[in-house]
């Protein structure tokens, strides 16, 4: 008797305990302005979220960036759609940027995705809130503090969140896709006349919106100098299509090889950009290198407009100043198929 004693009180408060409770996960913002890498990011998200890694709460689109007005919403809803969460918001904001994107590059952009999402005259609803309208009741919804994961120009994430708001508490990190700190810029075409090539694209388009975003908020920047080391390979993009498992490596795959990128890609002019920062944000932090505190200025005006130019007076922010090629495209696909 004495011996079944002993055993229910030790036994018994085991029971009692409760297990171990799984952490919540990372509620999200994705803000872009949905061209080729920003598709392939959200492709990307959607099986993070899918899998429990992050908790994908809406997706904002800018429409001054590479993605047509209208267009922007749409694509983003069909990627949705496809990877099966078409519950997830969608907003749009149309913002005026400082420099319009070339607008062959805009029409590239849009017949890729048309053709690869196969949303050729779809309509997206009527919208009921704009992109910083959806930010701000997102921030206000969340449980605990959300990461912002934006990677076009930061316009609709200055609007929802101006100097002193209180909304800004709910952020915990803005990891940006922008900037070049100690490489040169990669303006092209219609953007170059003007302009000394020192600035990265999506600071480029709206380099009063980056000011405000890297002076105001907590910001994490996966910059040139990063992305620079992770070109888009053709065999790699061939890993994607013949190792890929899910819708989302799909609608990757089928991205990357359409004949508009196949020539970009032989040519060594498109990089993973977006992704990057996404994998580094969610997947694997590893994939960036050289990581470190930097005090950083946006030119405004004269041909350095957009210019992310250190500076000891400048807003700090953690940037990256590299990358491990290998290890971004093992967890990227990892990710893709949703083992990682």
Not at 30 to 42: E, K, M, P, Q
Request: net charge negative; with cysteine.
């Amino acid at each position: 008797m004495r011996i079944v004693l002993l055993v229910l009180v030790l036994v018994l408060p085991l029971l009692a305990t409760p297990a171990t409770a799984q952490p919540r996960p990372v509620p999200v913002i994705y803000d872009s302005d949905l061209d080729v890498d920003d598709a392939s990011t959200l492709a990307y998200l959607c099986v993070q979220h899918q899998r429990h890694r992050i908790d994908l709460r809406a997706v904002t689109v800018a429409d001054n960036g590479f993605g047509v007005p209208g267009r922007t919403r749409q694509h983003a809803l069909s990627v949705l759609a496809e990877c099966g969460l078409p519950d997830v918001p969608v907003a749009e904001g149309a913002e005026p940027g400082v420099h319009p994107a070339p607008a062959s590059a805009v029409r590239d952009m849009e017949t890729v995705l048309t053709a690869a999402l196969g949303d050729a005259g779809r309509t997206p609803p009527p919208a009921t809130l704009t992109a910083a309208q959806l930010i701000r009741r997102t921030l206000a919804e969340a449980p605990g503090e959300v990461t912002v994961l934006a990677t076009g120009p930061l316009s609709n994430l200055a609007r929802a969140v101006p100097p002193g708001s209180p909304a800004a508490r709910k952020i915990g990190e803005v990891h940006v896709m922008g900037g070049a700190i100690s490489v040169p810029g990669n303006l092209f075409g219609e953007a170059l006349p003007g302009f000394d090539n020192s600035q990265e694209l999506n600071v480029w388009l709206d380099p009063v919106s980056a000011r405000q975003v890297f002076c105001s908020l907590p910001v994490v920047l996966t910059p040139l100098d990063a992305t620079d080391q992770v070109p888009i390979r053709q065999a790699y993009v061939d890993r994607i299509g013949a190792e890929g498992t899910t819708a989302s490596a799909g609608i990757v795959h089928r991205i990357m090889t359409h004949p508009v990128l196949r020539d970009g890609i032989a040519l060594g002019i498109f990089y993973w950009w977006d992704a990057l920062a996404a994998v580094a944000a969610f997947g694997d932090p590893g994939v960036v290198t050289g990581v470190r505190p930097v005090r950083l200025d946006v030119v405004q005006d004269g041909p350095q407009s957009g210019r992310t130019r250190p500076d000891a007076r400048g807003a700090e922010v953690i940037a990256a100043s590299g990358a491990d090629p290998g290890r971004f495209e093992e967890v990227f696909l990892a990710g893709l198929n949703g083992s990682r």
